[in-house]
């Protein structure tokens, strides 16, 4: 290479990671493997270290992945967060045993444990009492989450015992198991919502969540794994895990106390085997060497301790065989290949499925019919293709090319500029998307329609009796149809029937969210809903009015209006409104249990204990109350639970606002 493309490498490996750590720390969406980052990050490093005249200030390699999301207030970590050196080798490992030994001579343990997948987090505690919870951030300074953190049943808010310093951080890891992810997972993809990748994207993704009452129903748990103070006050980093185990802290039971590398390899390998049985991902092992002298001794890096290291497991990787790809269409028409594969076991499970994304991916392997190819699963549920072996393939073997035409109805397929993903256009007749929009409408988080699932769907448009979504409402005239149907009996039909007729009161933001107007999901729902309180008004808007809403962007407004211009949609929605469904907002005639609190506005901050904020909004507002969303003159009260923002306190005690606890909210109303 010459010395300008060293330079432009290098320029283009620091942007490339940049944007990788983003979409892994940020948007918790990472899209490449940790080893295919590594491997990147390595070259970047050793391209550095040779031409360190092209070192640039703002290199990964420089500072710690991540960046501060902008909704939670940002707190500066007393201890910086630092992260590790990662090894996928044992070679690099008896390097690290070699540099470790040259520093501080032979006399020394390792603790081994378990590297889990989640993301980090920093608990604060004083006097016993959970005072800030903070993400890891850029490492210097992350986002408070402690109202979310407070939901996690497996962090002590207040500890038990004695003995802990009155002030001091503990840090570790959030996750989810792996059986909650798949459950809350399935539900997501029941109703139509983007499913997680994995485990940790969903524990990341549900940590900035803002709404912590939301976060209460995930279950996360969370593992500690170190204690920091201003003065040490055990000798021992083992010492110290049993010690904050006692005080009732998480603690995972697999660490082992290590004598020397050989030891730590055979953890390692013991555990390169068991961790699938784990019910929770490990992506490695991390050792620490045990004295904290010692681990003073050794110091740091600008990045990560000298005192430890992790070892990365590689991603599962297997050979078979491609046996042939197969197109499906969603919903909105997306049109996804999927590798179709000999079925292999691999990490634990049997692998028949792949995805391929989209054609650029199909493109990028070069595939061929009857390719063997290497499949690799790594967080990801959903394993991925990421070579083709072909020295394996047969000189005949035809080229795969993605399809010009909907593999479901013929119609050419589209792609937008700058888009990856084709879509089939004819949502009216394309047969899955047809029976897709259905099964979206009568979901859990649209229209709630008991006694309807999706197959059932599928077999009434398989049998002529539904086309459009008005058509359920049609149902109840062909009753006697219905009762030819294998496996439907009266019952069924009866409870369908009741379910389709109960869901004629469901309101107006659930019918809407129903529609499946694209990129309007359940919260956009909600907005418009409350914002423009019928179908007919919504239609009427223009698009300046339409971005004027809270959490309406550019895209959705065009969405909407686009929606609106199709004859055949106002057709669906004024037969709708022909059958009964609720095409106004009702908030106005909510009948109020008192007028207790009529005149009285509440703002509600902070956690409580016995309600969700929900909960106290809709107290309020049925005794007529009324609920602002920011501290001003005109507020009479400031309903307060735990760990309010100090901004807010503040600012209420210089207006002299009354400050209530839940407890006087509900005395008001005896
Ligand atoms: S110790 C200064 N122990 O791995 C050392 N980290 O790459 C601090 N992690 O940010 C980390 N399991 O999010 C440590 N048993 C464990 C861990 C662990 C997972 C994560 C953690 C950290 C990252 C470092």
Request: glycine content about 6%; overall charge negative; charged content about 30%.
């Amino acid at each position: 290479m010459s010395l300008f493309e060293i330079k432009e490498r290098i320029e283009s490996l620091v942007k490339e990671l940049n944007e990788h750590n983003y979409k892994y720390y940020v948007l918790a969406q990472p899209v490449i493997s940790d080893f295919e980052f590594d491997k990147k990050l390595e070259e970047l490093t050793a391209l550095e270290k040779e031409y360190p005249e092209y070192l640039d200030p703002e290199s990964p390699t420089r500072k710690v992945g991540g960046d501060i999301t902008k909704e939670f207030q940002t707190v500066k970590h007393k201890w910086p967060m630092l992260s590790l050196g990662n090894t996928y080798n044992e070679q690099d490992l008896k390097d690290f045993d070699e540099r470790v030994r040259k520093a501080i001579g032979s006399n020394f343990e390792y603790v081994c444990e378990l590297k889990f997948d989640g993301l980090s987090i920093s608990l604060s505690y004083e006097n016993g009492k959970l005072i800030r919870a903070v993400t890891r951030g850029n490492g210097t300074q992350g986002d408070d989450v402690t109202n979310n953190a407070k939901t996690i049943q497996s962090i002590p808010k207040s500890i038990k015992g004695s003995g802990f310093p009155e002030s001091f951080d503990i840090r570790g890891e959030v996750f989810m198991h792996r059986a909650a992810f798949d459950r809350l997972n399935n539900e997501r993809i029941e109703n139509n919502e983007v499913p997680y990748a994995n485990p940790r994207n969903f524990a990341s993704g549900t940590l900035k969540m803002q709404d912590s009452s939301e976060v209460a129903k995930r279950p996360l748990d969370c593992f500690l794994y170190f204690l920091y103070a201003d003065k040490l006050i055990y000798n021992t980093h083992w010492e110290s895990l049993e010690a904050v185990k006692k005080l009732g802290f998480h603690v995972c039971e697999h660490s082992k106390l290590c004598s020397n590398i050989e030891d730590v390899l055979e953890f390692i390998h013991y555990w390169d085997e068991k961790r699938f049985g784990l019910s929770y991902d490990i992506d490695g092992i991390v050792i620490k060497v045990n004295n904290y002298t010692q681990q003073q001794e050794l110091g740091f890096t600008a990045k990560s301790p000298r005192w430890a290291i992790s070892y990365k497991y590689k991603a599962q990787e297997v050979e078979t065989i491609l046996e042939k790809v197969t197109y499906q269409v969603g919903r909105t028409g997306a049109v996804t290949p999927v590798a179709n594969l000999k079925p292999v076991l691999l990490a634990g499970t049997t692998v028949k499925r792949a995805t391929l994304h989209n054609a650029n991916e199909i493109k990028r392997l070069d595939l061929h019919e009857g390719d063997t190819v290497l499949v690799e699963k790594g967080g990801e549920i959903i394993p991925k293709i990421i070579a083709v072996n072909t020295s394996k393939r047969s000189q005949y073997a035809l080229k795969i090319n993605y399809p010009d035409i909907c593999p479901e109805c013929g119609s050419n397929l589209q792609r937008k500029e700058g888009e990856a993903v084709h879509y089939c256009p004819n949502d009216e007749g394309c047969p899955p998307q047809i029976v897709g929009k259905m099964q979206h409408f009568i979901s859990r988080k649209a229209m709630n329609i008991e006694g309807l699932g999706h197959e059932t769907i599928e077999a009434f448009y398989r049998r002529g009796f539904i086309e459009h979504i008005s058509d359920l409402y049609l149902l109840h005239e062909k009753e006697d149809q219905l009762k030819e149907i294998e496996r439907f009996g009266e019952r069924s039909i009866r409870n369908m029937l009741e379910g389709i007729e109960k869901s004629k009161q469901m309101p107006f933001e659930k019918v809407l969210f129903g529609l499946g107007i694209r990129y309007v999901g359940e919260t956009v729902a909600k907005k418009i809903a409350a914002y423009f309180k019928d179908i007919d008004s919504l239609m009427n808007a223009s698009y300046d009015e339409l971005i004027s809403v809270d959490e309406i962007g550019e895209r959705i407004a065009e969405s909407i209006i686009e929606y609106f211009k199709e004859p055949r949609h106002k057709e669906q929605i004024e037969a709708l409104r022909i059958h009964g469904l609720q095409f106004e907002s009702v908030q106005n005639t909510i009948e109020l249990a008192s007028n207790k609190l009529e005149g009285k506005s509440f703002i509600i901050s902070g956690v409580f204990e016995k309600y969700s904020r929900d909960e106290l909004k809709e107290l309020i507002e049925a005794n007529g109350g009324k609920i602002l969303s920011s501290i001003s003159a005109k507020l009479n009260y400031l309903v307060a639970g735990d760990n309010m923002g100090p901004s807010k306190l503040e600012k209420a005690v210089k207006l002299q606002i009354p400050i209530i606890s839940d407890q006087e909210l509900v005395e008001m109303l005896q």
